[in-house]
């Protein structure tokens, strides 16, 4: 059945998608419909990220509210430099973090929440997904980002994912 129905999910959510797309009920529409929601998932099912087993959920929130934390300290940050550019103490560089990270989905929710924060962005992941590039706006001190991503990111991705 797995087989046929790999994300019964997601095939609902097409199914149900279409329907809402084409703003109706007739028969050659919900025949297209389940069609699609069948099809598609059976045809990507080499694209699905591996599962995932979430481990300590209370960290997830934790970590929301960090990245919101974040976010917003560096929205204001951003808005500092651009409005006042004499402000702006150190230059824009490259920090290269080793990470201890390795499952893909928590890469993948690193990758977001380095690309959600303003005056960052995700330049690199090496190929044995052991150092991640990062660009950031102002670099004072490599370390201090290091660190910075490190304990506040890394680590929560850690405990949630591994």
């Not at 050659?28 to 481990?55: D, E, N, Q, Y």
């Amino acid at each position: 059945m797995k087989r046929l129905l790999p994300a019964p999910l997601l095939s609902v959510a097409l199914f149900l998608l279409w329907l809402l797309l084409n703003q109706s009920l007739g028969a050659g529409h919900i025949l297209l419909g389940a069609i699609l929601g069948l099809l598609i998932p059976v045809l990507l099912r080499g694209l699905r990220p591996l599962p995932v087993r979430i481990r300590h959920p209370l960290t997830i929130l934790r970590l929301a509210f960090t990245v919101v934390y974040d976010t917003s300290v560096s929205n204001l940050t951003v808005v500092r430099f651009l409005l006042f550019p004499s402000f702006r103490k150190h230059s824009a560089d490259f920090v290269h973090i080793p990470l201890e990270l390795r499952d893909p989905n928590a890469l993948a929710v690193l990758a977001m929440i380095v690309c959600i924060t303003p005056g960052t962005s995700w330049a690199e992941l090496s190929r044995d997904r052991s150092v991640l590039l990062l660009h950031a706006l102002e670099v004072g001190d490599a370390q201090e980002i290091i660190d910075h991503i490190k304990t506040r990111y890394e680590r929560p991705l850690m405990e949630i994912f591994e």
